[in-house]
Structures are given as structure tokens and as C-alpha cells.
């Protein structure tokens, strides 16, 4: 493949694609544990619970698919094996067990509190380190993406 000349050192477009690459394990690991959710979903809100775990993960593919393409137009290969996935992850797939709204909703809102925490820390680097300003302003939409699906988790919990 042709290395992209887009304003971004060789160097720095890898570190950045390191970062993303880590971002891309914790939004794979949330897809696949939101699905999990929405196949086991139990109790007297199933219905509701169930279509909106639905909700939540198509817009997780999304945004799966949305980082690999960052990934990609930086010039490097996707991590895309489960193995991977797990090594770069700071999520765990298990789940406490329970697949009731209250269990499931407060598993679910640990993991988008993590990937905020994570996210805001690459903030400052891709900008002022790598020179990177439109990954920067992705992963902050990205951020507030998940700050907007935390809220709702943790208001259901309330």
C-alpha cells in the first residue's frame, strides 16, 4: 500500500494507529458484550431493554467500523482477530452472570465510563505530540458519543 502523505510523520501515524487500535479493541469488546445483552436480556422489561440494546449495538458497529477506517486512511492494517482484540482491550467480555436491566445497564455503563476515561486521556497527545487534529476532534465526538450513552445508562440506574 501507498503511504499516505497527509501532514502526519510516519512515526506519529503509527502511534496514533497504536492508540486507535486500542480504542478499536474496547468499542469491538462493547459491540459483542451489548449483543450478548440484547440475546439474554430477561424480566418484565424485556421488550424496551430489548430494542434498545438493539439500539445501542448498531451504533456500535458503527463506530467499529468508523475507527478501522481511521485506522486505515492513517496507512496501517486493522487489528481484526478476537486474539488481538483481547490483548489490546481494557474491557473485559465476562459478564457478572445477570441478565436483568439493572445488571446489565450497570456492566454496560462501566464499559462507556471506560472508554471515556481512555479516550480523554489520547486527547492531548494526538494534538500536541503527534500532530494529529482531525483524530483528535473524531475521538472527542467519539468521547461525547459515549458520555451521551453513559448518561442514559446511568439514568435508567437511578
Same mark, same amino acid.
Given at each position: ?20 487500535? %486500542? ?11 451489548? *449483543?450478548? @445483552? ?7 422489561? @424485556?421488550?424496551? =431493554?430489548? =430494542? ?43 459478564? %457478572? ?7 446489565? @445497564? ?10 471515556? =476515561? @481512555? ?9 500536541? %505530540? ?26 435508567? *440506574?437511578?
Amino acid at each position: 500500500m501507498k503511504k499516505p502523505n497527509i501532514g502526519i510523520s510516519a512515526e506519529n501515524r503509527q502511534a496514533i494507529a497504536d492508540q486507535l487500535s %486500542k480504542i478499536l479493541a474496547d468499542e469491538f469488546v462493547l459491540y459483542s458484550k451489548t *449483543l450478548n @445483552f440484547h440475546w439474554n436480556i430477561e424480566g418484565p422489561d @424485556f421488550h424496551s =431493554v430489548h =430494542v434498545y440494546l438493539e439500539t445501542l449495538y448498531e451504533e456500535q458497529q458503527e463506530v467499529v467500523d468508523t475507527v478501522a477506517e481511521k485506522i486505515r486512511m492513517l496507512g496501517h492494517y486493522v487489528p481484526a482477530t478476537l486474539a488481538k482484540y483481547s490483548e489490546l482491550t481494557h474491557l473485559t467480555e465476562k459478564t %457478572k452472570g445477570k441478565n436483568d436491566s439493572q445488571s446489565i @445497564f450497570a456492566e454496560l455503563l462501566e464499559d462507556h465510563e471506560s472508554i471515556i =476515561v @481512555f479516550i480523554r486521556e489520547e486527547i492531548k497527545p494526538i494534538v500536541e %505530540k503527534w500532530q494529529a487534529d482531525g483524530i483528535s476532534d473524531y475521538i472527542t465526538g467519539l468521547m461525547e458519543q459515549h458520555e451521551k450513552t453513559a448518561w442514559m445508562l446511568r439514568s435508567h *440506574l437511578q
